[in-house]
């Protein structure tokens, strides 16, 4: 069966960096895009990055572009978000998101960035 595990989430000061990890299992990992999303208390679901399966290609909502870098090793399996310049803004649960096909979608358990002094 299809598993995300996401890691690496924490408390960081503003202007501090974390990397967050996301480990897949079930698929052929390498032919799909993976996704990033966060989710802040009381707001919506958003996306934050999305990588291609080879990883050639990315794309990152604008609140997090020269910040933000999304990544992929496919031969590990793990799809990586390394968030610098860190804002309390970004505060929230982050999410790693794949859609196999329509209808097919899969999204792991999550983990808490806390920005603050």
């Known amino acids: 069966q299809v598993q995300l595990v996401e890691s690496g989430g924490g408390l960081v000061q503003p202007g501090g960096s974390l990397r967050l990890s996301c480990a897949a299992s079930?698929?052929?990992?390498?032919?799909?895009?993976m996704s990033w999303y966060r989710q802040a208390p009381g707001k919506a679901r958003e996306l934050v990055a999305v990588?291609?399966?080879?990883?050639?290609?990315?794309r990152y909502i604008d609140s997090v572009k020269g910040r933000f870098t999304i990544s992929r090793d496919n031969a590990k399996n793990t799809v990586y978000l390394q968030m610098n310049s860190l804002k309390p803004e970004d505060t929230a649960a982050y999410f790693c998101?794949?859609?196999?096909?329509?209808?097919?979608?899969?999204w792991g358990q999550g983990t808490q960035v806390t920005v603050s002094s």
């Open positions: 079930g698929f052929t990992f390498s032919r799909y895009a």
């Open positions: 998101y794949a859609n196999l096909s329509p209808g097919d979608n899969y």
């Open positions: 990588i291609s399966g080879p990883g050639l290609s990315t």
